[in-house]
């Protein structure tokens, strides 16, 4: 049986009443990318994209990447025991190659890319999207770099072919926003919460915990607004975002790692096999 933690226990500020309490959210309207470039080249940016058997996609990513010059500082492709030649063709078009050492999982790749990393901001980004294109990591930093206030920048998307928000996908729809939305007020103001397009300073990624697996996006964010606030957080829209669909059956773990870092940061203690 799950025990809910006391009111004290969860320390989760409450929903505040004013417009400076809420993510900040960026639309494509708000996007100069001269201003932003020009403000990037001043700064010092790594990216980091996790990969494993990816390489249909690596390359197009790591091209995209680094095609603003002077704005990328380190490309870290973080090699998932990768079956096929994802580590030969990111190496191929530019990126900076390491194998991920030990356990498999996305959180395992970022932290690693994290120790690597030296740059002041942090780009992570995935590997099996077909459609990357410079502003990706443009429109990311943007928030940090115009508002010192904010730590944390995710993502968000629109349907390919309404043109209309979306909160992603059925991960994200079925399990982070809902408990998002019911346990952490505030946070259900994120449309896409598992956004593997995330952007922060090194100087807050530090002092938050990089989750295991596939439970480091929703953690990454909780953890983040406990320590620095939800008016730390922005959003922007990146667009029509294309990726490799995952069948149904590799959602089941997916979604449960989601739940359960979410519930453990709630406070929840979990029966010992769902630890």
Known sequence: MVEPA????????ELAT???????TLTREEFNRDEVLALARQSSVAVIVPAKDEAATIGLVVEAVLADEGVVDQLIVVNDHSSDDTAAIAAHHGGSVIRLDGASGKGE????G????????????????????PDFVLQLVQPLLQRSEIQLVKAYYLRPLLGMPTGGGRVNELAARPILSLLFPGLGE???????????????????TLESAYGVEIAMLIDSARRFGI???AQVDLGVRRHRNRPIEELRPMAAEVLRAALQRYGVSLPPDNQ
């Open 6 to 13: 006391s009111k004290d226990e969860r320390e989760w500020p």
């Open 18 to 24: 004013n417009d400076n309490r809420v993510p900040w």
């Open 109 to 112: 790749a970022l932290r690693a």
């Open 114 to 133: 994290l120790l690597e990393s030296s740059s002041d901001l942090i780009v992570f980004l995935d590997a099996d999207v077909t459609n990357t294109t």
């Open 190 to 208: 994120i449309r896409q919460p598992l956004a593997g397009e995330t952007a922060g300073r090194r100087s807050a990624l530090n002092q938050i």
């Open 231 to 233: 008016e730390s957080l």
